[in-house]
């Protein structure tokens, strides 16, 4: 969707666009159109899950991250994926540093844990619930599609992936299909290499764990809503 807004003037942002002022636009202004914006499905009633996309020392081990899933009360018990350690939440606190006895999903939390060592996190791990916990791969389906890429992709390839808050490099094991452009019908053979433009579901590994979870369900984080990784 295009608006056309000035900040220097403020045209656009508050009231709408006046008669004489770019008359090919007939639609809300900003602050009109965030205001009407529907919100996302809070997972008040999901299994527990927070991404960790930080940690530091202050009267014990401290991480911060978005809670994605559920809801964590001072006291519960989490386990720290991938590895599958116990922790237990000491204390919650909000972004204004004020002490929460409990936080829900969408929230932006620091969580001082008990149980793990500072040094023993990375930012990418994930604190899940202990009954329902997230599951962990060293491989998975994935499709993408090429936006800019100066060579081919072929088996063997190695590229930087993101997940949620975890940066891993990983290589690609096989390219499975090559899907059309408009009906996205998968090709019968393999595809010897893919390039610029394309969209390829492929095959991949990495030497550590990683926690990725389907779009499907985690709509916020994944996006595409179609179940792959």
Request: positive net charge; charged residues 20%; hydrophobic residues 35%.
């Amino acid at each position: 969707m295009f608006m056309p807004l000035s900040a220097l003037t403020g045209i656009g942002l508050k009231e709408r666009i006046p008669k004489g002022v770019a008359d090919w636009y007939q639609g809300p202004s900003l602050l009109e159109y965030l205001d009407n914006m529907k919100g996302l499905e809070r997972k008040l009633k999901a299994p527990f899950m927070m991404p960790i996309s930080g940690k530091y020392k202050d009267m014990g081990v401290v991480v911060e991250g978005k809670i994605e899933s559920g809801i964590i009360k001072k006291g519960s018990s989490l386990l720290m994926m991938p590895g599958r350690t116990p922790v237990d939440v000491v204390a919650i606190y909000s972004e204004s540093e004020d002490e929460l006895a409990n936080a829900s999903c969408g929230d932006q939390v620091r969580l001082r844990v008990r149980g793990v060592e500072e040094e023993d996190i990375i930012p990418g791990f994930v604190l899940s619930s202990s009954k329902n916990p997230i599951s962990c791969v060293q491989a998975f389906e994935a499709q993408i599609h090429i936006i800019e890429l100066k060579s081919i992709l072929t088996a063997g390839f190695t590229c930087v992936m993101h997940v949620h808050t975890t940066v891993q490099e990983i290589t690609f094991a096989t390219l499975l299909h090559k899907l059309e452009k408009g009906t996205g019908r998968k090709s019968k053979k393999p595809p010897a290499y893919a390039a610029k433009g394309m969209s390829p579901q492929f095959t991949s590994h990495h030497t550590f764990q990683l926690t990725p979870y389907r779009s499907s369900y985690y709509c916020a984080v994944g996006g595409g809503g179609n179940g792959r990784y």
